[in-house]
């Protein structure tokens, strides 16, 4: 993981140009549309902070991390909130959030730590509310372009939840890369429910 981040903190800017404009609103409206109207959001993972502005500006509150310092930096500038450098293994809460986002980011995570991530998520999320997250879409794990990656397909992501606690895929879908140059990349997108009622 230590690589990933020194990833993010050498290319944090250029990282920040290439996502900073991407339409995804097709994808974030779909997960708001499932959110109380105002609803208080985890950008868990965010990067330049694109979906964060969007999420505000569509009147929700949200808290934002990322595990770069300087990608934290760049969100702030982009979102006008304070971004908070956080691991995502250090995510501790409960029943705090009507919704979690972690668009491509805990895809870093080795499939190990993962589990232990996806629980700490479950917990603090509220009981009935939503996680989206995305993964590319294969079944390679390991060091891709100086980067770590546990990729999933709809059949591994339904075996690596089945002893998961508390969850539910409330839809699935693949994609392909929103970047130029990048369709012929696919990517699994799932929208989970915290399905415990406590």
Not at 50 to 66: E, H, L, S
Not at 87 to 96: I, V
Not at 127 to 141: A, C, H, N, Q, R
Request: glycine share 8%; net charge negative; proline share 2%.
């Amino acid at each position: 993981m230590d690589e990933t981040l020194d990833y993010y903190d050498n290319n944090a800017m250029i990282f920040a140009e290439r996502t900073r404009d991407l339409e995804f609103s097709e994808v974030e409206d779909k997960f708001l549309s499932l959110l109380p109207k105002g609803g208080f959001l985890l950008d868990f993972g965010c990067g330049s902070g694109r979906d964060t502005k969007y999420f505000i500006k569509n009147g929700f509150t949200v808290d934002a991390t990322d595990g770069s310092e300087k990608l934290c930096r760049i969100a702030e500038i982009n979102t006008g909130i304070k971004v908070k450098r956080m691991l995502f293994s250090e995510l501790d809460e409960d029943s705090k959030y009507d919704g979690i986002w972690a668009c491509a980011s805990i895809l870093h995570l080795p499939k190990r730590e993962l589990r232990s991530v996806f629980e700490k998520m479950l917990k603090a999320v509220k009981p009935l509310g939503y996680i989206y997250t995305s993964f590319k879409y294969s079944e390679f794990e390991g060091v891709r372009g100086d980067r770590y990656f546990t990729d999933f397909t709809s059949e591994t992501f339904q075996s690596f939840i089945v002893d998961i606690s508390n969850v539910k895929v409330k839809e699935e879908w693949v994609s392909e890369d929103v970047r130029p140059g990048r369709g012929d990349e696919k990517w699994l997108n799932l929208i989970l429910l915290r399905s415990d009622t406590v």
